[in-house]
T-cell receptor
Framework: DTAVSQTPKYLVTQMGNDKSIKCEQNLGHDTMYWYKQDSKKFLKIMFSYNNKELIINETVPNRFSPKSPDKAHLNLHINSLELGDSAVYFC????????????????FGPGTRLLVL | DAKTTQPNSMESNEEEPVHLPCNHSTISGTDYIHWYRQLPSQGPEYVIHGLTSNVNNRMASLAIAEDRKSSTLILHRATLRDAAVYYCILRDRGGTASKLTFGTGTRLQVTL
């Protein structure tokens, strides 16, 4: 069983399109995250939700909108895709991102490789 | 989060021990030291973490300097599957929302 899964694995689309990436975790965790890894391999957090509530919102264009229908799912919708959005997007989860210590271990999904043409 | 400094790359022979250093001279008393690694074309993977004492798990050992200004991740016998980018990250135990601030990490190459 995959702990953190993402769909799709690959996404190729044209500039200006709107697309969604889905993430699901079966670990029973309260907190989920979206990270972006660009072409230079820098990995940066974008958003985090704890029990369906937004707790981290980094400086991200408002074309990116996360949605958490329940605590096991965190989806990322991107409007009006731009060339610079091409990257690998990783979803992650942790037991409770608002607590400290051992509970802050994060488990990452396999990534969604987005290419905007 | 406090900053960490790691070498850009390191090489090791298979079956040899590997010591991956990390400097964190501005570490605060409540910062945990976390290590993650990212294998090629995969998501980051938790390796180990510690606060003050040395730590061991099935993947690696973490040696923390007495003043906590540096730490070393030890892979006891490197294999080809250990070739990855290793990230040393500081997390504030008492902070609000948990986020991992990744640096550039150390790219470990393992050769036969």
């Amino acid at each position: 069983d995959t702990a953190v899964s993402q769909t799709p694995k690959y996404l190729v689309t044209q500039m200006g399109n709107d697309k969604s990436i889905k993430c699901e975790q079966n670990l029973g965790h309260d907190t989920m995250y979206w990270y972006k890894q660009d072409s230079k391999k820098f990995l940066k957090i974008m958003f985090s939700y704890n029990n369906k509530e937004l707790i981290i919102n980094e400086t991200v264009p408002n074309r990116f909108s996360p949605k958490s229908p329940d605590k096991a799912h965190l989806n990322l919708h991107i409007n009006s895709l731009e060339l610079g959005d091409s990257a690998v997007y990783f979803c992650a989860s942790s037991q409770n991102g608002l607590a400290g210590g051992n509970q802050e271990t994060q488990y990452f999904g396999p990534g969604t490789r987005l290419l905007v043409l | 989060d406090a900053k960490t400094t790691q070498p850009n790359s390191m090489e090791s022979n298979e079956e040899e021990p590997v010591h991956l250093p990390c400097n964190h001279s501005t570490i605060s008393g409540t910062d945990y030291i976390h290590w993650y690694r990212q294998l090629p074309s995969q998501g980051p993977e938790y390796v180990i973490h510690g606060l003050t004492s040395n730590v061991n798990n099935r993947m690696a050992s973490l040696a923390i300097a007495e003043d906590r200004k540096s730490s070393t991740l030890i892979l006891h016998r490197a294999t080809l599957r250990d070739a990855a980018v290793y990230y040393c990250i500081l997390r504030d135990r008492g902070g609000t929302a948990s986020k991992l601030t990744f640096g550039t990490g150390t790219r470990l190459q393992v050769t036969l």
